[in-house]
């Protein structure tokens, strides 16, 4: 029996969800760079701080202090979000073996971490595999039930810190840990200008992807939901907004209201696309408010 849904916290997303996220699956944000993954993370995971859950964030990126300072410009306050840094030290280019990570650093709250960046550790630079991560995560569930988490990025995890051929294995193994542990996760990938299915991708219980492009008007957003097993779910691109608030869908468009999306003949650069090869058009009519949601039941 399907769990009541939980909300992402992003205005006009739990509408194109049918109610918002099944409770206890992993679901990969996916877009180009600069399209809103790590935002949209966040507001999930601020959801969840407000209704009083224990929500962890897993910054693979960018370490905390950035994370912190690019936040204050929402004027959010996620001094309660927790957060594992896996980022690697700086002035570090030592290919030797050093010490696991996971034994030298711990979770601490956003409000606690440091203003400064990290540099190397006087003794020996901490070491990040794909296996500290899963170390990690298995000693913070051992005693503190996380119920959101959001892991940022797994195309960081899958360049830099799975240090074996078998890369999609890896990965498979990784994304079933999270789904044992039971907590709902959200997963950035970030997507090449022209882009294939990933395994995490393929593994995932649903893909919401941000878009970007360019016409006449200027930069442009949307948001499509390009999988979502077990649920019904707006499959249509909607458009997208990133303001001092954060990021808000707009689902419903006024009468005659058009789509503005750009041909990619155009001069226009399209930066991300829903399908690697489809032309987006122009749309004669706008988008239903009362259009028929697609379902997608477990199939691949």
Known sequence: ???EKIK??????DDMLDGGLIPGRSYVVSGTSGTGKTTVSMQF?????????????ISLDEPPNEIKQN???FGWDIGQ????????DILNYDKTPVRDVSTERRVVYFRDASDEMRITSERSPADM???TIQEALKQEMKVRKYSRIVIDSLTSLRYFYIKTSEEDTTMMSFLRLLSDLG?????TVQLPEISKPEVEAHMARGEIRLHKWFNGRGLMRGITVEKYR????????????????????KVALPEKEELPLEPLHTEAQVTSVRDVGETPREAETPPSTDQPKHHEGGGI
């Open 1 to 3: 029996m399907i769990k």
């Open 8 to 13: 992402t916290g992003v205005p006009g997303l």
């Open 45 to 57: 995971l601020l959801e969840g701080a407000r209704t009083g859950e224990r929500v962890l964030y």
């Open 71 to 73: 936040m204050r410009s």
């Open 81 to 88: 979000v927790q957060v594992f840094d896996a980022t690697p």
């Open 129 to 131: 595999t794909i296996n």
């Open 183 to 187: 907590t709902t996760c959200l997963l």
């Open 230 to 249: 077990g649920s019904s779910h707006d499959h249509r691109l909607r458009m997208m907004k990133i303001s001092s608030d954060g990021i808000a869908v």
